[in-house]
């Protein structure tokens, strides 16, 4: 579960480190696409609206090239699990004009895969109002 006042304290803090441009939440979880899948539609349920398009896509990185999948397919694994749950909520995928970007980067910590999931790439100076950009009440 992603805290969501501790990317507010976090945010607050960082805004005011000189050369901080942006950063990035994220997690880590295990090589599953159904357990990506499924966090990343409990951060994206809260943004969208009824009768409203939210564009999405998944943009995958693997340094571990030994992972089974290429980094397309992974976008693909992942994007389709969450648009079978999310599509008729108006969610559509769209990899140039993206209001949420799922960076998903596939890592190798010691034998075991890692993933690490980016909820975005936030620019310090959106601090302000962050909580209900993510979805949490303010």
């Known amino acids: 579960d992603l805290e969501y006042y501790l990317v507010e304290e976090c ?3 960082l805004s005011d480190i000189l050369g901080i441009n942006s950063f990035s939440v994220g997690v880590t979880t295990k090589a599953d696409f159904e357990q990506i ?8 349920e809260p943004l969208l609206n009824p009768g409203q398009a939210f564009k999405f896509c998944v943009r995958t990185q693997r340094s571990n090239k030994g992972f089974h999948k290429t980094s397309p397919e992974c976008d693909f694994e992942i994007g389709s699990r969450i648009m079978k749950r999310l599509a008729d909520k108006g969610l559509q ?7 949420f970007v799922l960076e998903v980067e596939i890592g190798l910590e010691e034998t075991l895969c890692q993933i690490y999931l980016f909820l975005a ?3 310090v100076n959106m601090r302000p109002g962050l909580r209900r950009k993510m979805g949490e009440p303010s």
Do not use: G, K, M, T
């Open 11 to 13: 945010s607050a803090r």
């Open 37 to 44: 899948a499924e966090i990343v539609i409990q951060w994206l």
């Open 93 to 99: 995928v769209d990899i140039n004009r993206s209001q």
């Open 121 to 123: 790439n936030v620019p």
